[in-house]
T-cell receptor, first 116, second 113 residues
Framework: GAVVSQHPSRVICKSGTSVKIECRSL??????MFWYRQFPKKSLMLMAT?????????EQGVEKDKFLINHASLTLSTLTVTSAHPEDSSFYIC????????????FGSGTRLTVV | DQQVKQNSPSLSVQEGRISILNCDYT??????FLWYKKYPAEGPTFLIS?????DKNEDGRFTVFLNKSAKHLSLHIVPSQPGDSAVYFC????????????FGSGTKLNVKP
């Protein structure tokens, strides 16, 4: 089946630094990947849609200069949280859609970001 | 504006009994619905789905029911097992944007041995 690998699973960084999270589709090509954020006891919130070879599409209220998305290949999308602040601490999840699947899309295992 | 709602944040059932998780939606343009299961510190995994042209889909112990007139869907797990304890998200997809899914806030199911 379709597998999405997300790395790192957990990261702690200092305020003001940047953190990069990788999302890879392991056995399929994904022209589109999605980045979600989950707040405690809240739903998954779509942050942006990452399109291979073009600019990402951000949801309303998401700062594109703070959350940089790069989708340079059909199997890799990265999310960089720039100048991180404690309020950016959250659980970030990526997902990708395998063509022809009825399963919606496959999620990565998530990244727990803690900004201290 | 939450278009997909799961009004019960938690549910506790005894092993062997039926678990019923509910989900309501507001947008009549949703054409596809999915249930995901999520363990702590992991990404959600697909469980079962249903198209808007159906009212029931069954897969082993899991059955999803869709009531379009009421804009309501439910997930039935029977018999419930302790390993089913997790957070369950329902999600809906728009007819004209199949790449975008709207998620409910999740229901934490606890199946007691």
């Amino acid at each position: 089946g379709a597998v999405v690998s997300q790395h790192p699973s957990r990261v702690i960084c200092k305020s003001g630094t940047s953190v990069k999270i990788e999302c890879r589709s392991l056995d399929f090509q994904a022209t589109t990947m999605f980045w979600y954020r989950q707040f405690p006891k809240k739903s998954l919130m779509l942050m942006a849609t990452s399109n291979e070879g073009s600019k990402a599409t951000y949801e309303q209220g998401v700062e594109k200069d703070k959350f940089l998305i790069n989708h340079a290949s059909l199997t890799l999308s990265t999310l960089t949280v720039t100048s991180a602040h404690p309020e950016d601490s959250s659980f970030y999840i990526c997902s990708a859609s395998a063509q022809g699947t009825e399963y919606g899309y496959t999620f990565g295992s998530g990244t727990r970001l803690t900004v201290v | 504006d939450q278009q997909v709602k799961q009004n019960s944040p938690s549910l506790s059932v005894q092993e062997g009994r039926i678990s019923i998780l509910n989900c309501d939606y507001t947008n009549s343009m949703f054409d596809y619905f999915l249930w995901y299961k999520k363990y702590p510190a992991e990404g959600p995994t697909f469980l079962i789905s249903i198209s808007s042209i159906k009212d029931k889909n069954e897969d082993g112990r899991f059955t999803v029911f869709l009531n379009k007139s009421a804009k309501h869907l439910s997930l039935h797990i029977v018999p419930s097992q302790p390993g089913d304890s997790a957070v369950y998200f329902c999600a809906a997809r728009l007819l004209y944007n199949f790449n975008k899914f709207y998620f409910g806030s999740g229901t934490k199911l606890n199946v007691k041995p």
